[in-house]
């Protein structure tokens, strides 16, 4: 069996009203001591299994330094006879990546990214507390373009509140004309205990009916089909 690798990074900037994962604020004392623990946590796992993906996933994990990521990437270098083509992959905010940050992340073995964009339209990121702009989303790929990343993938989320078919749709060209080669295009569930259930209660916003959620992503997946996309997977 070969392995793939999954490393949580727990630590964002702000926490967004929707997220249910395991994530806290961050805090540069505790990143400090979290990798340490999982630098022993990874060579206490060694068995030399065979490995060929590495995933970042958060939380933000693009909050690391680029030193950091290549240090966690040796240990599992070290305890795993990992594929010299491995797809080793960082999930990145837009807002905490620079130029010479993602050229630095390329050096430290990272080969593939991805960006929480969720919307290209600024309102729907207010709404979920993103920090990014769309404009922010649309220079961090440009940037990621110009420091060498060549396997990028955005992630774009469906049936925010107050969210039209039609918006929705200008999100999806959006990523369409940005070219990357992953998009990840989900559904938002708003959990019991998230805030912005509440704030959706609060400020009276709603969800499109259950048959415009279908058309989004029905849609959405001709759409990427007529571009030359190929859906390779369903997670929800």
């Not at 990214?113 to 220079?139: I, K, N, P, W």
């Not at 990621?144 to 078919?165: E, K």
Request: hydrophobic share 40%; charged share 25%.
């Amino acid at each position: 069996r070969v392995l793939g690798l999954y490393v949580h990074v727990p630590f964002c900037s702000a926490i967004c009203n929707y997220c249910n994962f395991n994530r806290g604020l961050f805090d540069a004392d505790l990143k400090r001591r979290y990798v340490d623990a999982l630098l022993t946590e990874i060579g206490r796992r060694a068995d030399g299994s065979p490995a060929d993906t590495i995933f970042f996933g958060g939380g933000t994990p693009s909050l690391l330094e680029p030193s950091e990521i290549q240090s966690i990437i040796g240990a599992c270098r070290r305890s795993f006879h990992l594929s010299p083509v491995a797809e080793i992959t960082l999930e990145a905010n837009p807002e905490t990546v620079t130029r010479d940050r993602l050229r630095a992340f390329r050096d430290a073995g990272i080969n593939r990214l991805s960006f929480g964009v969720q919307s290209f339209r600024d309102e729907e990121l207010q709404r979920l507390s993103r920090l990014h702009s769309s404009a922010r989303a649309r220079d961090a790929f440009e940037m990621a373009r110009n420091a060498g990343f060549d396997n990028i993938s955005l992630d774009l989320m469906m049936w925010l509140p107050q969210q039209s078919v039609a918006q929705w749709f200008s999100s999806v060209d959006a990523l369409i004309a940005l070219g990357p080669e992953h998009a990840s295009l989900y559904l938002l569930e708003i959990y019991p205990n998230a805030p912005l259930k509440d704030t959706m209660a609060r400020s009276k916003w709603s969800l499109a009916p259950d048959d415009d959620a279908a058309e989004m992503y029905l849609g959405a997946m001709s759409r990427l089909d007529d571009a030359g996309y190929t859906q390779y997977e369903i997670s929800n």
